[in-house]
């Protein structure tokens, strides 16, 4: 690891205060990817500024019904919380179904929203990586590129994000709650992350000098029609190929609200308006799930080694869906898929 | 920096390197060697030992940042002479080969029996994806940790250590 300045935040604006006065300073709460990025060389911060001791560990309903999540909740706690578990299963599936206990026991809800792309190349200094190093190319497009994007890509930059919290947050329509020299401000969650364009070194629409201190759920949590099915090289402890989050609002036997959400497939949680609007009023029938799959990857274009994901992701959003619709969801510890 | 780290029981005041891991610590600064360097990446769980009752990989954590925090490693979850009950479960089931993982997959096994959530073999397999045996030992291993979890059903609770 590069040698670095360590300092410890008192509270939200001394995090804030630190963060703004050196430019090459980073928080760190659990570590477990910004510790990984700097043994590699591909984070050199200056200084570590540590927030664990902040009071964000809380988690409290809200005003309208919804919960807020304090920044510092560990993924195991959120995961296995009486209320996620009863009210928002979706994203207590979607937690345990990333990581290890270990790392769940480590990380952060806030960190787990920053945490970086695995693509190879972004690890790996020796070679060129928009992300890590801007204008230098990308070396996945023509590399191996058998665990990218195949959604919203760009010439730049063809790495996924690879947080399964957060398709599960992106579903349920959360929202981001970031404190900084400005002030408080919230952000819908699918404006926090984003599409790699011209400029995929960035990840997110934070800003340097702020910190996340909360995510809120809305009341809603569709705790009887949902699904998390994760496809992955092994059944545990591996980062997605394809994952889907599905919930949705059944009423008579027609869908009276749907929410998709795809992981490993995009530089952020893939969420598509216009298939989702597509099967408001349909039946909640095989037929409308393929046609919902073929809409969301309508645009789908992949490099060689990822071809195999397109079909891969119909297939899983129209299983997904059906598991959903059936109040079957995938058991993240029982691995079948049914 | 200094920090405290109470390790077995035992405070250590030490003079660190900010960007000295929890597992250096261990293995270079206090001579407990029973944590193992694996992956050094929190890919392999051989680092696993249990802060402040929970399990975490030791090797992407900063020593700095567990300031005054209660650290149990392999080396202090025998009592008073008698191994731990997971200690014995794995050698009466001949839970491993190498052995490089085994102080993983004891602290490990044991954060998960605290942890109570696992209850069929299909859970504790899950449970105890984030330790890697390449010797391959995970039938043995599974067969030592429900050998546990069934004695602890079975028996009214006990007081003391994890």
């Given at each position: 690891?590069?040698?670095?300045?360590?300092?410890?935040?008192?509270?939200?604006?001394?995090?804030?205060?630190?963060?703004?006065?050196?430019?090459?300073?980073?928080?760190?709460?659990g570590?477990t990817n910004?510790?990984d990025?700097?043994?590699?060389?591909?984070?050199?911060?200056?200084?570590?500024?540590?927030?664990?001791?902040?009071?964000?560990?809380?988690?409290?309903?809200?005003?309208?019904?919804?919960?807020?999540?304090?920044?510092?909740?560990?993924n195991s706690?959120?995961a296995?919380?009486?209320?996620?578990?009863?009210?928002?299963?979706?994203?207590?599936s979607a937690i345990l179904a990333g990581a290890s206990p270990q790392l769940r026991n480590m990380a952060?809800?806030?960190?787990n929203?920053?945490q970086?792309?695995r693509?190879?190349?972004?690890?790996?200094?020796?070679?060129?990586?928009?992300?890590?190093?801007?204008?230098?190319?990308?070396?996945?497009?023509?590399?191996?590129?058998?665990m990218?994007?195949?959604?919203?890509?760009?010439?730049?930059?063809?790495?996924?994000?690879p947080s399964d919290m957060?398709?599960?947050?992106?579903?349920?329509?959360?929202?981001?709650?970031?404190?900084?020299?400005?002030?408080?401000?919230?952000?819908?969650?699918?404006?926090?992350?984003?599409?790699?364009?011209?400029?995929?070194?960035?990840?997110?629409?934070?800003?340097?000098?702020?910190?996340?201190?909360?995510?809120?759920?809305?009341?809603?949590?569709?705790?009887?029609?949902?699904?998390y099915?994760k496809i992955r090289d092994r059944l545990s402890y591996a980062f997605a190929l394809?994952a889907?989050?599905?919930?949705?609002?059944?009423?008579?036997?027609?869908?009276?609200?749907?929410?998709?959400?795809?992981g490993g497939?995009?530089?952020?949680?893939?969420?598509?308006?216009?298939?989702?609007?597509?099967?408001?009023?349909?039946?909640?029938?095989?037929?409308?799930?393929?046609?919902?799959?073929?809409?969301?990857?309508?645009?789908?274009?992949?490099?060689?080694?990822?071809?195999?994901?397109?079909?891969?992701?119909?297939?899983?959003?129209?299983?997904?869906?059906?598991?959903?619709?059936?109040?079957?969801?995938?058991s993240q510890g029982d691995k079948?898929?049914? | 920096?200094?920090?405290?780290?109470?390790?077995?029981?035992?405070?250590?005041?030490?003079?660190?390197?900010?960007?000295?891991?929890?597992?250096?610590?261990?293995?270079?600064?206090?001579?407990?060697?029973?944590?193992?360097?694996g992956c050094d990446h929190g890919q392999c769980g051989a680092c696993t030992?249990?802060?402040?009752?929970?399990r975490i990989n030791?090797c992407l954590?900063?020593?700095?940042?567990?300031?005054?925090?209660?650290?149990?490693?392999?080396?202090?979850?025998?009592?008073?002479?008698?191994?731990?009950?997971?200690?014995?479960?794995?050698?009466?089931?001949?839970?491993?080969?190498?052995?490089?993982c085994?102080?993983g997959q004891?602290?490990s096994a044991?954060g998960l029996?605290?942890?109570?959530r696992a209850?069929?073999?299909d859970e504790v397999r899950e449970l105890m994806s984030g330790n890697i045996c390449r010797?391959g030992?995970y039938?043995?291993i599974l067969?030592?940790?429900?050998?546990?979890?069934?004695?602890?059903?079975?028996?009214?609770?006990?007081?003391?250590?994890?």
């Open positions: 690891m590069n040698n670095f300045e360590f300092s410890r935040a008192s509270d939200v604006a001394d995090a804030v205060r630190q963060m703004a006065a050196d430019p090459g300073a980073k928080f760190v709460a570590g910004l510790i990025l700097i043994k590699e060389g591909v984070a050199r911060p200056s200084r570590l500024i540590d927030i664990t001791r902040l009071p964000l560990g809380r988690l409290d309903e809200t005003g309208d019904g919804g919960l807020r999540i304090g920044a510092l909740v560990p706690d959120l296995y919380h009486p209320q996620i578990e009863k009210r928002y299963p979706l994203l207590h952060t809800t806030g960190g929203l920053l970086r792309t693509c190879f190349y972004f690890y790996d200094t020796t070679t060129p990586c928009n992300k890590r190093e801007p204008g230098s190319g990308c070396s996945a497009i023509d590399g191996l590129n058998r990218h994007a195949i959604l919203g890509t760009s010439e730049h930059c063809i790495a996924t994000h957060c398709v599960a947050l992106a579903a349920l329509d959360a929202r981001v709650l970031a404190t900084g020299r400005d002030g408080e401000r919230s952000i819908a969650f699918a404006d926090f992350h984003r599409l790699p364009g011209d400029t995929p070194q960035f990840d997110t629409n934070l800003k340097k000098d702020e910190i996340i201190t909360a995510i809120e759920l809305p009341p809603k949590g569709f705790a009887t029609n949902y699904s099915l394809v889907v989050a599905a919930a949705l609002e059944i009423e008579n036997g027609a869908i009276k609200e749907a929410r998709l959400a795809l497939v995009a530089h952020k949680p893939w969420r598509d308006r216009q298939a989702e609007s597509q099967l408001h009023g349909a039946p909640a029938i095989r037929e409308s799930f393929v046609r919902a799959a073929d809409n969301v990857l309508r645009d789908a274009r992949s490099f060689g080694h990822n071809d195999f994901k397109i079909e891969l992701a119909r297939r899983a959003i129209v299983r997904t869906l059906t598991q959903a619709a059936n109040g079957t969801p995938q079948r898929i049914r | 920096m200094m920090v405290t780290l109470h390790v077995n029981g035992v405070a250590n005041k030490l003079t660190l390197a900010p960007w000295t891991t929890l597992l250096d610590t261990l293995r270079i600064h206090l001579g407990l060697t029973g944590t193992k360097k030992v249990l802060v402040d009752g929970r030791s954590t900063l020593a700095v940042m567990k300031d005054g925090a209660q650290i149990t490693t392999i080396e202090g979850l025998a009592k008073d002479g008698a191994l731990h009950p997971i200690q014995r479960a794995f050698i009466d089931h001949d839970a491993f080969q190498c052995g490089y085994t102080p004891i602290c044991v029996i605290a942890e109570g209850h069929t073999a010797c030992a039938p043995n067969a030592a940790i429900e050998q546990v979890i069934s004695q602890k059903s079975a028996a009214p609770p006990r007081d003391g250590g994890p």
